[in-house]
């Protein structure tokens, strides 16, 4: 796919990785799980397609799972999500 987040010298590495791993670990996993199969859809299929992956995802996500709601709660209230999943 070509995807570069960051690029840093090899003595960074280790500390970048960590950060990464914090700063995804606060996400939530089913969020995570749905864009990680939305990215590798998009390598096989069609625009169209996977618009309308997308848009079926996201609709599932935020009207069925517990977490799409606390990320808005959390936001509205101004703090960290806290993920049930």
Do not use: C
């Amino acid at each position: 796919m070509g995807l570069v987040n960051e690029v840093v010298p090899d003595a960074e590495l280790d500390a970048a990785v960590e950060v990464l791993v914090t700063r995804l670990g606060e996400k939530s996993r089913v969020g995570l799980r749905g864009a990680k199969h939305l990215a590798n859809l998009s390598l096989t299929t069609d625009l169209a397609t996977g618009l309308r992956q997308e848009i079926d995802f996201v609709h599932r996500y935020a009207t069925t799972e517990r977490d799409a709601t606390e990320g808005l709660v959390a936001f509205k209230e101004k703090r960290k999500p806290v993920f049930s999943s």
